[in-house]
């Protein structure tokens, strides 16, 4: 059984932010990240509206948290060990771009299948899991498809690259590594593995997952947890806000009816494509800063639109995209309600309310964000497409901390939070000592 949290202003509400992910102990034997995401839990809920950090992920972003995605390797009868019950490793159990072996879903471990259902139903935009053994931040791909070991380049490798760096730069020690230049590596030059999660992440969630090597030394003694913390606390947030402080963000709509579209995001250069959601039309692309992108909304029924954008350094870009529907297209929002769907969506449409004269989500101010619309569209569906995220601004109400069974069963927070701290606490000391080997 795997638990996660939830930190958000409104969590369980999907909102048009991004989410981001970390997931601790995938390794059984590999216990700092239990530890690492609720300290960082803790920062987050006892600095919210004192941290201008901590008040940016709380209320800009979805950030989940999973503190051992392997629970049974870690309170293994005989002592901690990196598989699973089953003895299987989960870091080589996801399906892979280059090998069948793992290509049954239905036989890939429990563990496995309830992390492949969580990326796919969650909508992430980034994420990291944590081991051990060694400090450095890794990035796709993790395999080449001749098994040799060697840089693997993904179609975001510029922008895997920039993440990585986000953490490592901002670990004190990690990104002065001797081994691995800037404290970071590509997974296969480092070693090449099959069946890993990260790739998974990214091929399958849209989700730019990086595999984050927390310590040089497998289970430190727990003296040393609040060093580690100490070190790590800066590039644990500032990845998490790197969802927020960098990229492409923005909707699309209709210009007919307003109706937000769940559009096909492609940038050109990049043979990776991302869908906006079909509930806001909210996208959120990550991309390496300082260049220069073409970025394009497309979708059955309308005409596609393109533009270009220079993505500074430090800065987020908000880009709106408004597309004319085709005739076809058009003939078939005006038949529809105000509470039908739109083509492709899943869930009710929610009109925008307009409420003229508000701040947009991602201001100047909050995170030096620059906004282009693609297309200046009328004021009211203009004011309409910003008025959708205001709701429920910055004091408006704590952090509240929604844990859920995974797939998502919400349960009572903060107490089962505060048992989870504890027992890990005393499982982590108690296992450590009855680890035979580190
Ligand atoms: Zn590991």
Redesign the pocket.
Known sequence: MQWALEISDKPGVFEPEPAFKYVGN??GD?PLGRELVLLLADWLCDNYLKDPMASLIVDKIHLHLLPSMNPDGFAAQNGPT?NNAHDVDL?RDFPDQFFPQNNNEEKRQAETRAMMSWIRSTRFTASASF???ALVANYPWDGNPDISQKYATSPDDSTFKYLAGVYANNHPVMSKSKEFVGGVTNGAAWYPLYGGMQDWNYLHGNCLDLTLEMNDQKWPHPTQIPRIWSEHRKSLLELVAATVKSGVHGRVMSSKKAQPLPASISVSGISHSMNASAEFGDYHRLLAPGQVYEVTASMAGYSSRSTFIFLPNHTAITLDFILDPLPAAAVEEEKKTPHTQAPGEKAETKTPVTKPGKTPPLTTEEMGSEEVIFRKPAKSLRNGLHSVDEEGGLGSSLPLRLIYLLPLVSVAAVLVCLFLASRGSYRYNTARQRLSRV
């Open positions: 995938m390794h590999e990196r870091n081991h051990e053994g």
